[in-house]
């Protein structure tokens, strides 16, 4: 496939497009442009089938489409739009593009409804016929004011919560992350389309997408879902061989985190094994993201565990690597900022882990619910008794069983992650494209929301 620039020109980027009436005070403009060696009637279905649910965006899947690949084909029952229809933003998403104004083989210019009167957001498709039955398509996207005053007052929607993060950062900042990510996804889009158009119109197939390209995503998902399991059965095994390297530890009655305390000889073991235990985690929070099918509290978990990987990366990076000294150090007045980092990062990890299975338990049925109560109940229970008995720890007194219990608190959650792959595992199915969906329907109409 050759290199495709996806620069519109000085030109493209001042002239007016017919949808940028609809949102005049915009705050900010991205305009970008790719050529096509096909007649724009000829790229317009492709157009014309966009959406999730439909032919997805053509874009990075993972990101806005829940896994599922961007058709690879024509679909004659997505071609029909009409002004007022909803493309929603990404499955299961109540947010939607709604078609504002279109013209048949030329234009279609979408909008993101405001919550009052008016539009957040436009998004521009515009197809202009060059010589030689090729095309260019100029993409343009608006967004108004109302986009980052709404987010600073309530967050309600996954969207919103990206809203919400920007218009919290310094405004150059804010404009420059926005169109950071704009590029990446649109660039991604505009390749998408042209590779299809021009492969489609040669018979081509494009790049193996659709059907044969399932396997292989099915495969992913698996090994990803799969590092779930083994990141349970890694973090029990280092619990039984980083022991061995510390001699006179009890694991009856000394916490975990003595095992990688400041000057312990089971320490590098226990961050190299470390190390590889939160790269697992990371990998199983993408394969519950990917395997979300449209229910929001999975890719909620999926983010959270992704998180709680990140967060094992950042910890041993701040000073002493946020562990904990010794019990004799500490007995003797030791204590340094590196403990306190320690305690902070132990209530990060479990609000992370407790946030985790909440989620978990409502993307499943009762006896999943169950269980992940039965599993919170264990992490809080066990997780008191290991807080009650933290102060004999610094004070280097007997703390007969306290290994126990703080295993018993660790490994609730642990089992509870490889149970959440296994349930996902088994319900992992070769992807086929979907049918089109229902629209969602909007309260209001487009008419209503044009300013």
Not at 262 to 273: E, G, K
């Amino acid at each position: 496939m050759r290199l495709t620039t996806i620069a519109a020109t000085a030109e493209e980027r001042r002239r007016a497009l017919p949808g940028d009436d609809v949102l005049s005070e915009a705050t900010r403009t991205w305009t970008h442009a790719v050529t096509i060696d096909a007649p724009p009637l000829a790229v317009w279905p492709w157009i014309a089938q966009m959406g999730a649910g439909r032919a997805g965006w053509y874009s990075w899947d993972a990101l806005d489409n829940d896994g599922q690949p961007s058709a690879g084909e024509l679909v004659p029952g997505w071609q029909r739009i009409s002004v007022g229809d909803v493309l929603p933003a990404a499955p299961g998403v109540t947010d939607a593009f709604v078609v504002q104004r279109l013209e048949e083989g030329r234009d279609l210019v979408l909008v993101v409804p405001n919550d009052g009167a008016g539009v957040r957001v436009t998004w521009e498709f515009l197809l202009d016929p060059l010589s030689g039955d090729r095309s260019r398509l100029v993409v343009r996207a608006r967004v108004g004011p109302a986009t980052w005053s709404s987010a600073r007052n309530e967050v309600r929607r996954p969207i919103d919560l990206v809203y919400w993060l920007l218009a919290r950062m310094p405004h150059r900042l804010m404009l420059a992350v926005a169109g950071a990510r704009h590029r990446v996804m649109q660039a991604r889009q505009l390749r998408g389309i042209r590779r299809r158009v021009e492969r489609h119109c040669t018979g081509r197939p494009v790049d193996g997408i659709t059907q044969e390209r399932a396997p292989t995503r099915t495969t992913t998902r698996k090994l990803l879902l799969g590092c779930g399991i083994a990141s349970s059965v890694l973090y029990l095994l280092m619990n039984v061989i980083t022991p061995m390297r510390y001699a006179g530890y009890s694991a009856f009655s000394q916490t975990i985190s003595e095992l990688s305390a400041i000057d312990a000889p089971s320490r590098p073991l226990w961050m190299s094994l470390g190390a590889v235990y939160v790269a697992l985690l990371i990998a199983f929070g993408a394969g519950v993201w990917l395997s979300a099918n449209g229910k929001r509290p999975l890719r909620v978990v999926g983010t959270l565990l992704m998180g709680l990987g990140v967060t094992g990366y950042i910890w041993p990076l701040l000073p002493g690597g946020a562990s904990m000294h010794r019990r004799e150090v500490l007995a003797a007045g030791g204590a340094t900022l590196t403990d306190t980092l320690h305690l902070i990062s132990g209530g990060v990890g479990t609000v992370f882990c407790l946030l985790i299975i909440g989620f978990g338990a409502a993307a499943f049925g009762r006896w999943f619910r169950i269980y992940s109560i039965a599993t919170i109940i264990v992490l809080l229970g066990f997780g008191f008794w290991t807080g009650v008995e933290a102060p004999m720890v610094s004070a280097n007194e007997p703390t007969p069983w306290l290994g126990v219990i703080e295993r018993i608190m660790f490994a609730s959650f642990v089992l509870w992650f490889a149970v959440l792959a296994i349930v996902l595992l088994r319900a992992v199915r070769p992807e086929k494209h979907r049918g089109a969906p229902t629209a969602r329907s909007l309260t209001r109409s487009v008419h209503d929301t044009a300013p």
